[in-house]
């Protein structure tokens, strides 16, 4: 874990100079802040810079959760099978770290924030949106790993002590337990009448959007507990819509990304990558339903292209065919050479080649891909969290008979779907608008069948955070739920024959903190393994 390996680092030179005259003094950089003068303003928006990294491209989601969850498929037998076969590449350990590294570092510039202003009246505010960046963080975190350490993670050199060294694994129910009740007190504390916080890349400071935040974060977090601690679950998510959740998509959480200052979206980057961009399809499972549906959002959100434009994204398409009828998911688990068993040629419904079918652009050119007028944008945003999928708890939780408001959990349903085709303009005003007409019939005619009410709201959480491109949402929502039912592939020499549950430890836990990694092991239902269960996680 960095900031604990950064810690080990200064208590060693610490023990070894204690004996050295004037260190401290001859040691300063004069021209260097200390931690009693340094500005902790500035770190909430590296805070969610960082949470923004942890989210997207390479360091988790795309890599990994997207082709578990079967949003996205790449016939590939290069390093897109982490995702899409579950095959270890050379840097699959390395990609399995990204994540605990950044939400870390993200969580610990936001801890920074609190030591340095939690006694503070007047950053009380400043405080307490540091407290919901922490907890998101460390959500993130326990979510893809299990237990982690918590209670001793980020204690690093202050300047004034030492942290843990060695921090302990909590259990990861522990953890939700201290989570939410950090999150309850800090937006208790959250005061609309004073000035917000100035560096803040998600809200500019605005307090009131702070607070729904918070509280739809609260609900998303109580929903976890929903197989393991119902009576919790139920408490905190009625705690969360009585302090007020997100209430149109105006609330919406996200960070929109600048890619001249050098903070662009990862998402359409990765998307783009020469060798890449010629495999990444949108999964089978995941078109097949939009278009059993009828869905409108199946033409704004995918397309068709020609083969120049299908390898080179600096090749604007001669045609994007966004042809509802037209649209065909690639299936996970295969690759496009004509030798192998797993050929996706042999697919009962492969749509056939175009051209001479011999390259890799014409085996798939007839599956679609995440429409380049929509999601290619490098200024894109990046969602933290939605009104559409806040709508979609609530229906669950009214389901499940929690008291969040009078609202029928249909009604809830139908507000969901609305929302998430909504949502599209965020990415792109004129390609991703969907007309308030259509959004209207279609979400109003959507009915909560009877006996498959669980399965209707939880695969809409599915479309809605799949194509928002939130994939670890997506997987983890649907670990939680069970809903879509998906199947996982099959292909020699997987690191997983189900589909993994969640993310292996970095490897360097096993030999920096032993002792704790071992504990920390204990506390899954199959050890450090990809298939292996987290607490909420149950079947």
């Given at each position: 874990m960095r900031f604990k390996i950064l810690t080990g680092v200064v208590a060693s030179s610490l023990l070894f100079t204690q004996c050295t005259k004037n260190y401290e003094k001859i040691n300063t950089d004069p021209n260097q802040q200390s931690p009693s003068t340094f500005d902790a303003e500035y770190f909430l928006a590296s805070s969610q810079n960082e949470y923004k990294g942890a989210i997207s491209g390479y360091e988790s989601g795309f890599i990994f959760e997207s082709g578990w969850a079967q949003v996205l498929a790449a016939p590939s037998t290069g390093y897109l099978s982490n995702m899409d076969k579950?095959?270890?590449?050379?840097?699959?350990?390395?990609?399995?770290?990204?994540?605990?590294?950044?939400?870390?570092?993200?969580?610990?510039?936001?801890?920074?924030?609190?030591?340095k202003h939690k006694d503070d009246a007047t950053k009380t505010n400043l405080v307490s949106c540091a407290t919901i960046m922490k907890v998101m963080s460390m959500q993130y975190i326990t979510d893809l790993y299990g237990d982690v350490p918590y209670s001793e993670a980020l204690q690093g050199f202050d300047g004034t002590s030492l942290g843990t060294i060695f921090p302990k694994y909590d259990g990861q129910q522990a953890i939700y337990t201290a989570m939410l009740g950090e999150l309850d007190a800090a937006l208790t504390a959250l005061n609309t009448s004073n000035a917000g916080p100035k560096a803040d890349i998600l809200y500019g400071g605005d307090v009131a959007k702070w607070k729904k935040f918070g509280y739809s974060l609260m609900l998303r977090m109580a929903m976890r507990l929903t197989k393991v601690d119902a009576a919790t679950a139920k408490t905190y998510a009625e705690k969360a819509f009585t302090g007020g959740v997100f209430a149109s998509n105006a609330d919406n959480a996200f960070v929109k990304s600048e890619n001249a200052s050098g903070h662009g979206s990862e998402n359409p980057r990765v998307?783009?990558?020469?060798?890449?961009?010629?495999?990444?399809?949108?999964?089978?499972?995941?078109?097949?339903?939009?278009?059993?549906t009828n869905d409108p959002r199946l033409p704004i959100i995918s397309e068709v292209v020609d083969v120049n434009a299908a390898v080179d994204i600096k090749?604007?398409?001669?045609?994007?065919?966004?042809?509802?009828?037209?649209?065909?998911?690639?299936?996970?688990?295969?690759?496009?050479?004509?030798?192998?068993?797993?050929?996706?040629?042999n697919d009962p419904d492969y749509p056939g080649a175009v051209g001479s079918g011999t390259t890799v652009a014409e085996i798939l050119g007839k599956y679609s891909r995440p429409r380049t007028a929509l999601y290619y944008d490098l200024n894109g945003p990046v969602f933290f969290l939605s009104y559409a999928e806040v709508s979609f708890l609530l229906a669950e939780a009214k389901f499940r008979g929690f008291s969040v408001g009078a609202?029928?959990?249909?009604?809830?349903?139908?507000?969901?779907?609305?929302?998430?085709?909504?949502?599209?303009?965020?990415?792109?005003?004129?390609?991703?608008?969907?007309?308030?007409?259509?959004?209207?019939?279609?979400?109003?005619?959507?009915?909560?069948?009877?006996?498959?009410?669980?399965?209707?709201?939880?695969?809409?959480?599915?479309?809605?955070?799949?194509?928002?491109?939130?994939?670890?949402?997506?997987?983890?929502?649907?670990?939680?739920?069970?809903?879509?039912?998906?199947?996982?592939?099959?292909?020699?020499?997987?690191?997983?024959t189900v589909i993994p549950r969640r993310h292996i430890y970095p490897v360097t836990e096993a030999s920096n903190n032993a002792e704790a990694y071992s504990q920390g092991v204990t506390g899954l239902s199959d050890g450090d393994k990809w298939s292996s269960r987290i607490w909420w996680d149950k079947p």
């Open positions: 579950y095959l270890e590449s050379s840097n699959t350990n390395d990609y399995a770290s990204r994540a605990w590294n950044d939400c870390y570092r993200s969580a610990g510039y936001a801890y920074a924030i609190i030591q998307m783009t990558l020469d060798g890449d961009i010629e495999f990444i399809r949108w999964g089978k499972n995941f078109i097949n339903y939009l278009k059993q090749v604007a398409p001669t045609t994007s065919d966004v042809n509802p009828s037209h649209q065909y998911g690639a299936p996970n688990g295969k690759t496009t050479s004509t030798t192998s068993p797993y050929y996706i040629g609202t029928t959990a249909e009604a809830y349903y139908q507000q969901g779907i609305a929302a998430a085709l909504g949502t599209y303009s965020t990415f792109n005003a004129s390609t991703g608008t969907i007309s308030a007409g259509t959004i209207s019939s279609f979400a109003s005619a959507q009915a909560l069948t009877a006996g498959k009410e669980l399965e209707l709201i939880n695969t809409q959480y599915w479309l809605a955070a799949g194509s928002f491109l939130n994939f670890s949402e997506a997987w983890s929502n649907w670990r939680r739920s069970g809903f879509p039912v998906l199947t996982a592939v099959t292909y020699p020499a997987q690191f997983s």
